[in-house]
Structure formats: C-alpha cells, structure tokens
C-alpha cells in the first residue's frame, strides 16, 4: 500500500513541476498594441503599408484577432481588415484615424492620417526643351572658340581663354539646378523613377559635350601657361 501512495504522490508532484514549468514558458499577454508607419500624410490615390507591434514581445495574438478600422472611410480606405498589418488607400483629401484593436480586449491603438492633393507632375517635355536650350548654347560658345584667334599677347589670349570659360561655367550651372530640381521632383513623386532617369541620361550626355568644349578650348590655348613660364624665367635672368 505505502508503494502505490508514494507512487500517486510522486505522479501529482510530476504533474505539479510540469505545470508550473509551462507556465515559466508560456508567452505573455498582450498589453499594448502599436501602428507602424512611414508617414502620417498621403497624396490622393496612393496606397500606404501600416503595421501592428504587440507589447511585451514575445506575445501571441492569431491574426485574425487584430481588427483595422477607419474613422472616415471616405478619406482613408483600409484595405486588409484583419490580419497583423494592412494597406490603406488615399481617397481623398481630408484626415481620418485608423485604429487598431485586439478582439475581446480593451487594448487599441490609433494613427491619424492626412490626406493631400495630388502633387502635380514636372513636365517632362518642359525639361528637356531645356536640356536642348543648354546644348544650343553650348554650341554656341564652341563655335565661337572654333572661329576665334588665339591673341599673340600672351595676356590677351588668357583674357580670351577666361572668357570662354566663364561662358562655358555659366550654362553648367544652369544644368546643375536643372539636375537638383528634377532629383527633388522625383523625391516629392512629381516624377516617376523612369522619367528621371531618362531626364538623368540626357544632362549626362550634356555634361560629356561641354566636356568636349572644355578638352578642344584646353587644346587651342595649351600654349599659354608655357609662354607665362618662359616670361617668368626671362624676369628671373633679368633680376
């Protein structure tokens, strides 16, 4: 009899200690429920990604159990109503909370979005029309150098060589404001990556041709620092 009893003893003390060992290892409750996002405003149309983060980590809660809602669903559309993260859609502009909840818990969590106009696109034909005008003045100033005469006066040929130089920096600037507003546009969706890099491919191309310029003005007129040398060693031997 005292075997079968300690026996029994020794089977709850088991069940006991395995019990408690699952309890050690069971995941936590869900106390906090948190929206994820990259952005609080959107542009008419666009679509946005929204996620859930459950607190403490480590917390299970079935997908199913995580309820998307829209406080005005004229202004933000949610598109997957449960699950641990959806999409919502701009409809128009306006601002609507979209919420996040856990069935049958008071644990929720919101996320105020602003919906804005549509931004308006940067013509593309606007764009390289100037990219066109900068190459046309380009090949202005190379014809220029083509037909101009290098100045036997040392100091005048320089004269000459700065000038066209300074022609030739002022349309690179241009060029360079043009890049940096049509790299803003892409950043601010008022391009598409396509249409950027197309505009990118011709202001390179335009960058080659007035380094083409630059090389043949270079070549015209690499006799001058040799000249300036030769003034200095004469000023020398004079001394």
Known sequence: MMKKKMGKIICLMGCTF???G????????????????????????????????ILPRGAKVRDRNIIWSSSD???VKVLEK?????????MKTGSAVISVKIKNTKIKADFKITVQNKAKGMS???QEEK?????NQYSKV?????????????????QQYLKFERELDAIDRKADRLDDQIEDAYHDGKLSYRQMKSLDRKLDKLEDYKETIENYLEDKYELLDDDYDDDDDDDEYDD
């Open 18 to 20: 395995l019990m408690m």
């Open 22 to 53: 699952a309890n050690a290892f069971a995941a936590p409750k869900p106390q906090k429920i948190a929206i994820e996002a990259d952005a609080n405003t959107m542009q008419v149309g666009k679509t946005m990604d929204l996620d859930s983060e």
């Open 73 to 75: 669903t004229k202004v």
């Open 82 to 90: 449960r699950d641990d993260d959806t999409k919502v859609k701009a």
């Open 124 to 126: 593309v034909k606007k």
């Open 131 to 135: 990219i066109r005008s900068y190459k």
């Open 142 to 158: 190379f014809d220029h150098i083509k037909k101009s005469k290098v100045s036997a006066d040392v100091a005048a040929a320089r």
